[in-house]
């Protein structure tokens, strides 16, 4: 596609509900990242994908948050049970190979949680 | 985790005049990059800088890498309302890409 598309972009959702936020990188791009972005805050990273490797969790708060990338391209990041402090801009970026290289992100998803 | 930290945390000039931020980090890298961010949504790539370069420049703006202090600035010349935003260095480490809480400039008519 031509860029990184996220969607929802906001979701307002009830406290201990679970939520799906979708991303579809750029056709061709292997590496694929999640960040939270509170707000006024920088960004916390949350997961990385890279082709068919195993990917790097070590970001995810708690095991409430689980990602997935299916066939190498759309990922999907669900929080389960999510609690008011899940709320935050969760952004997409994806790059060529995830070496160093350039990265492009989503619009972001915002989401709250009341 | 933050491995680049900003400074300052926020800027205010007039149009016109030039504006340089700082990013300092801890651990080695492979190549540091800096990004816009507009109304806290998406990022945009601004520039990246490797680890062997000491300065690079595009358009109005201008990088330099120190890694012997671990540090690098952005300028950004002759600036323009429109540059209004907020501004963050990345630090490549491997495929990490971890980025620092930001400097947010405001540039006034």
């Known amino acids: 596609g031509a860029g990184v598309s996220q969607s929802p972009s906001n979701k307002v959702t009830e406290k201990g509900k679970d939520v799906e936020l979708r991303c579809d990188p750029i056709?061709?791009?292997?590496?694929l990242y999640w960040y939270r972005q509170s707000l006024g805050q920088g960004l916390e990273f949350l997961i990385y994908f890279q082709g068919n490797s195993a990917p790097d969790k070590s970001g995810l708060p708690s095991d409430r948050f689980s990602a997935e990338r299916t066939g190498g391209s759309v990922s999907t990041l669900t929080i389960q049970r999510t609690q008011q402090e899940d709320s935050a801009v969760y952004l997409c970026?994806?790059?060529?190979?995830?070496?160093?290289?350039?990265?492009?992100f989503g619009q972001g998803t915002r989401l709250t949680v009341v | 985790s933050q491995q680049g930290e900003e400074d300052p945390q926020a800027l205010s000039i007039q149009e016109g005049e030039n504006a340089t931020m700082n990013c300092s980090y801890k651990?080695?890298?492979?190549?540091l990059q800096w990004y816009r961010q507009n109304s806290g949504r998406g990022l945009v790539h601004l520039i990246l800088i490797r680890s062997n370069e000491r300065e690079k420049h595009s358009g109005r703006l201008r990088v330099t890498l120190d890694t012997s202090k671990k540090s690098s600035s952005l300028l950004i010349t002759a600036s323009r309302a429109a540059d209004t935003a907020s501004y963050f260095c990345a630090t490549v480490s491997d495929y990490k890409l971890s980025f620092g809480a930001g400097t947010t400039v405001t540039v006034r008519a």
């Open positions: 970026a994806s790059s060529m190979t995830g070496r160093g290289t350039e990265a492009f």
């Open positions: 056709s061709g791009h292997t590496a």
């Open positions: 651990t080695s890298i492979n190549n």
